[in-house]
């Protein structure tokens, strides 16, 4: 049988890396413009928009 590594793997980080800055630069842009278009928009923009609005702001 084979064994089974313990944690993340390098597919499964990098996804919860994904889905974390989506989250993140969805909810920086609903509370900064308070319009869920530009959270969808934004969310898939991603880590984009989040370094974007760190250096903006």
Avoid: C, N, Q
Avoid at 1 to 14: I, V
Avoid at 23 to 49: D, E, N, Q
């Amino acid at each position: 049988m084979e064994d089974k590594k313990e944690g993340l793997s390098a597919g499964s980080a990098a996804k919860a890396g994904i889905s974390f800055g989506s989250a993140l630069a969805m909810v920086i842009s609903y509370t900064t413009w308070r319009s869920v278009g530009w959270a969808i928009i934004h969310g898939l923009m991603s880590w984009v928009y989040v370094i974007y609005f760190i250096l903006r702001y």
